[in-house]
């Protein structure tokens, strides 16, 4: 645990994993304590930046993975509302640094990215924990009975309220590392390492629970009960960890239909937001409604979209004449990442999105690399209920990942890879945290 926080390497390198550790620290918290980070951190980098290190931001990953972000910006000049195409690239910068910023520092970021990962996973678990007491003081001060922790006053939003940030993205940050500690568990940790990452999984998985985002919830039991065995086992293991995983998930899903906030939450407003059916809905109006308003929009501009700032005047208006008011309101986006990217950018944005994907899976696929895959799965699940590539959090969230688990020299990715632990009949002790 000790390699967490003290890291043997050059001073240069010593303080860019400290920036990076504590960037992930405080990811979950207000968006100005990970922006002043980002903003140190590349301020360090550029510092320190050599000129033969330009060279690192021409290779294909990191190309592929600020592409997008360059479409945007031309999207920009035949947008209908240019200045806010130019506050949404601002807010997008991520998507632009963290590629860069990678690129051209000198650490190793195959050698660290574990311990990052766990410095990021029991950051979410103390916010977890913060979440609960906050949770439970409300509780004891208002005298309400134990059991109005499962009750809707402290789900989703109003779970996640005290510390800021939108329910779903709380929700990948907590599945992703859930992911993470199984992952270091299966490979084999010292006994007291092990109880720690067992005691922190089980506080995300409560969380992760108590938040829940439907979308993170099932990109979580794709991992857990897909990725997992077919990465980790072969044969006879992996039938039998395949059963076990799918008994514990029926169990939870037996568990959360059992509670009626839970099943509300999870079922009901599930069917609800499937349905286009806007005048049954009360108080809300299902996503499928908004999606088939967005379509008739795209159809009009199916090629380039209609350019980067132009959504909310676009969808204010449709919503407008739908008769879909709440949503005019609240100004809400499309909640779908694929449809926004169409919205703003056409079938290009899209194609090349989806690009973007399919070389993330590839990689993640060639080198067995689980933690990757895990990612790829939460954001392309993700993205079909939220538009993360437009809010910050998710957009940090998604470039700094991406970047860490993808810019990787090759013979790094094999030496740090997961091995196959079917051959040799457990899990192995390559990795030390």
């Given at each position: ?177 859930i992911i993470a500690f199984l992952w270091l ?70 568990l959360i239909y059992s509670v009626d906030s ?39 501009s199916p090629f380039i979209g209609y350019g ?126």
């Amino acid at each position: 645990m000790k390699n967490i926080f003290l890291i043997n390497d050059t001073v240069e390198n010593k303080i860019s994993y400290y920036h990076l550790a504590l960037f992930l620290l405080v990811l979950p918290y207000d968006f100005f304590y990970s922006e002043l980070v980002l903003i140190s951190f590349g301020l360090h980098t550029f510092i320190h930046v050599k000129k033969q290190d330009f060279k690192n931001i021409l290779t294909k990953p990191v190309v592929i993975l600020i592409s997008l972000y360059l479409l945007n910006l031309v999207a920009i000049l035949y947008s209908t509302d240019k200045q806010e195409g130019i506050d949404l690239a601002i807010r997008q910068l991520g998507l632009l640094l963290f590629p860069v910023l990678f690129a051209l520092s000198h650490l190793d970021f195959a050698k660290y990215r574990k311990q990052l990962i766990c410095v990021f996973g029991f950051s979410c678990s103390i916010t977890v924990l913060y979440l609960y007491f906050d949770a439970l003081l409300t509780i004891f001060s208002f005298q309400l009975p134990l059991s109005s922790l499962f009750t809707v006053n402290f789900m989703n939003h109003n779970f996640s309220l005290p510390v800021g940030i939108h329910a779903t993205y709380l929700s990948i940050y907590i599945a992703f590392s859930i992911i993470a500690f199984l992952w270091l568990l299966l490979n084999g940790q010292p006994v007291r390492q092990k109880w720690v990452y067992i005691l922190a999984a089980l506080i995300l998985f409560a969380g992760l629970i108590q938040l829940s985002s439907r979308a993170a919830f099932i990109a979580f039991l794709i991992v857990v009960n897909g990725v997992f065995p077919l990465f980790l086992f072969k044969g006879r293991k992996r039938v039998q960890f395949f059963i076990t995983t799918a008994v514990i998930s029926v169990a939870v899903l037996v568990l959360i239909y059992s509670v009626d906030s839970f099943k509300t939450r999870y079922v009901s407003e599930l069917k609800t937001d499937l349905t286009d059916k806007v005048k049954i809905i009360e108080n809300t109006e299902p996503r499928l409604a908004r999606w088939e308003a967005i379509l008739e929009l795209i159809k009009q501009s199916p090629f380039i979209g209609y350019g980067n700032g132009a959504e909310t005047v676009l969808l204010k208006e449709k919503y407008f004449n739908k008769g879909l008011y709440i949503s005019y309101l609240n100004e809400f986006n499309t909640h779908n990442q694929y449809l926004g990217v169409l919205l703003k950018t056409g079938m290009i944005g899209l194609l090349l999105l989806l690009f973007i994907l399919y070389f993330g899976y590839a990689t993640a696929v060639r080198n067995r690399d689980l933690l990757l895959l895990s990612f790829m799965i939460i954001i392309t699940v993700v993205s079909l209920s939220e538009n993360i590539l437009d809010l910050n959090k998710g957009i940090f969230f998604y470039g700094f990942f991406f970047s860490l688990l993808l810019l990787q020299r090759k013979d790094e990715i094999k030496e740090n890879g997961l091995r196959d632990i079917a051959e040799t009949g457990n899990p192995g002790n390559n990795i030390s945290v």
